[in-house]
């Protein structure tokens, strides 16, 4: 072989990793796996057995979080969407398959779209689509820096910029990012479908060890805190459904917000229906209530396109994410800092506190389950069609919901009439205000019934999946069938820990649980984008020189495990 040819070494396509080979955790990497269990055990006895001192350290760490790590969630988000955008648009990149050159996708564009978009954002969705432009009408940086009114018509844009900034590009690009570093590694190099494998270039066959264990570890609680929230807003709203379709007033408070009891019957009823569905597997059951939350999502949307406000509607859309779009650079990039004194500075750091920060840690704890996911359903897709279809499309989509719904919610109680109705119930209950409100008892009931039917496919559709993940990163990437045991312990456990934090302070101690646990894995987020570009660049060293970039078929030798990337 010529000098030129050597002095690249081929890349590192073997990284085992100890799973035992018989017992309870056969096939399972205990280090990993009992690790997991024994740090989510620990966080549900504590939540149950001390309410109040968990309550009160978790608040303690969220300060000192929110007070030295704020500008480090926006600035890495913002880095996040820079990095998608190049891979899309750079040729080099851009044609890369994830996966060798002869793969072809698994799955139909349209369950592809379905199965990235009830796994990433579905649930969050139907409650935030109205209540999020409902809060930002009232109340956003315009509003604090005395630039627009609140409840204003001059505000209305404001309310929807804000929103798409929440649950637009970026969030999409933080799992686009956590699925193409698992996926390029997994189908590209034939390494374990799991986190740690996507850092391989920087850290080479060391992640057998406990380094990736760690990582690993990391990525199990990620991901039971962000789909713990995802639940709970879900939980939430599907027990506001449950009442509005007759079930009983018992499941709700006072306050319109969901009892302890009608918490744990929602519970119960998703976390069984998921399990079950969970023990079918990613090409059966999820896919099938994919494909299901996806068509009813639909027929929802075109409710509000016929029957809600359709002028209000465009108008947020398109001028909303004309308002986006050109200011995104600025909104992105800007750092609210706190003077102490109680004025605007102090303000404006609260708010973005509560929600461009609280949103980001949010998606940094669901990226290792919705990347590994997306890698999971994405094999075959160039690097430009994955970015384009996690990034793009689901954004939009999530665009056209937030302007049709949170449009209308805001047009009715304008113009419509609605006189505080909409404005007035709890988050959860919002989206079914504006059905009843529109189509009167008993065609509303009939609505309620859809949404509450789509709110459990949602539900079921990112815990059963959330718990096929978590066995799979368990298990050293192995996508083959889990025992049933633990299938049933996470969904179980998941259903626990979301029980727990809203017995120690409702959603919002689910919210402070993530800010806290999506800081480890923000870090190995922004490793797994440096593992790429050095990946990609010596791919590209490779193929100019006619040395192999990816692993060889079962019918070839296997490139050496022990060559560092």
């Known amino acids: 072989m010529s000098s030129a040819r050597r002095d690249i070494s081929p890349p590192l396509t073997e990284l085992p990793i100890r799973t035992a080979d018989r017992g309870f955790y ?32 978790l608040n303690a760490i969220k300060e000192v979080i929110l007070t030295n790590f704020a500008a480090w969630y926006i600035y890495i988000m913002t880095f996040f969407v820079i990095f998608c955008i190049g891979l899309a648009i750079l040729p080099a990149s851009g044609r890369l398959k994830i996966g060798r ?17 009830g796994a990433g954002i579905g649930v969050g969705m139907l409650t935030w689509a109205v209540a999020e432009p409902v809060y930002h009408f009232n109340n956003n940086p315009e509003v604090i820096q005395n630039l627009a009114n609140s409840g204003g018509r001059d505000n209305l844009l404001n309310a929807f910029k804000w929103s798409y900034v929440d649950w637009g590009f970026s969030a999409w690009a933080t799992y686009a990012v956590a699925g193409l570093g698992i996926g390029f590694f997994a189908y590209r190099r034939g390494l374990p479908l799991t986190v740690r494998s996507a850092l391989t270039p920087l850290f080479g066959s060391r992640l057998s060890g406990w380094p990736g264990h760690a990582i690993n570890v990391f990525a199990v609680i990620a991901t039971v805190l962000g789909v713990a929230q995802t639940i709970g807003l879900g939980v939430e709203q599907f027990v506001a459904g449950m009442s509005r379709i007759g079930m009983g007033d018992w499941l709700l408070n006072s306050g319109g917000t969901a009892s302890v009891a009608g918490v744990v019957l929602g519970l119960v009823i998703i976390m069984t229906a998921s399990t079950m569905s969970a023990l079918s597997g990613v090409g059966r059951g999820i896919k099938w209530l994919s494909n299901l939350n996806m068509a009813l999502s639909i027929v929802l949307l075109s409710f509000f396109l016929v029957f809600g406000s359709t002028a209000m509607g465009l108008h947020a859309l398109f001028l909303g994410m004309w308002d986006y779009v050109r200011a995104l650079p600025e909104m992105l990039f800007t750092v609210y800092r706190a003077d102490g004194a109680g004025g605007v500075a102090d303000q404006l750091t609260k708010w973005q506190d509560a929600w461009p920060v609280f949103y980001w840690a949010w998606w940094i704890s669901f990226a290792p389950f919705v990347g590994l996911f997306l890698a999971r ?8 069609e994955f970015m384009l279809g996690a990034v793009l499309v689901p954004a939009l989509m999530c665009f056209v919901w937030f302007a049709f719904a949170g449009g209308t919610a ?11 109705l909409i404005f007035g119930a709890s988050d959860g209950d919002k989206i079914f205000a504006i059905t009843n409100f529109l189509l009167g008892d008993v065609m509303g009931w009939l609505m309620a019934v859809l949404i509450v039917v789509l709110l459990m496919t949602f539900l079921v559709t990112t815990a059963d999946s959330a718990v096929l993940i978590v066995n799979t990163i368990n298990a050293a990437g192995n996508e083959g069938p889990k025992a049933r045991r633990h299938i049933l312990f996470w969904g179980v ?23 806290i646990g999506a800081l480890p894995f923000s870090v190995v987020m922004v490793l797994i984008c440096a593992a790429l570009v050095k990946a990609i660049l010596r791919d590209s060293l490779r193929a100019s020189r006619g040395l192999p970039t990816t692993y060889a078929d079962n019918d070839g030798a296997a490139l050496s495990a022990t060559l560092p990337e």
Not at 30 to 49: C, E, F, N, R
Not at 377 to 384: F, L, P, V
Not at 410 to 420: F, H, K, R, T, Y
Request: hydrophobic content about 55%; aromatic content about 8%; charged content about 15%.
């Open 101 to 117: 050159d002869e793969d072809e996708p698994e799955f139909s564009r349209f369950s592809w779209f379905s199965m990235m978009f």
């Open 410 to 420: 805001i047009d009715l109680e304008l113009n419509g009439g609605a006189a505080g």
């Open 377 to 384: 359903i994405s094999r075959g897709r160039t690097i430009r």
């Open 26 to 57: 056969d096939g399972f990497s205990p280090d990993v796996t009992v690790t997991a269990k024994i740090l989510v055990g620990a966080l549900i006895i504590w939540a149950i057995a001390f309410p109040e001192h968990a309550g009160t350290m």
């Open 493 to 515: 456990a998941l259903g626990l820990v979301v029980g727990a934090l809203l017995l120690v302070g409702g959603l919002q101690a689910i919210q402070t649980a993530i800010v």
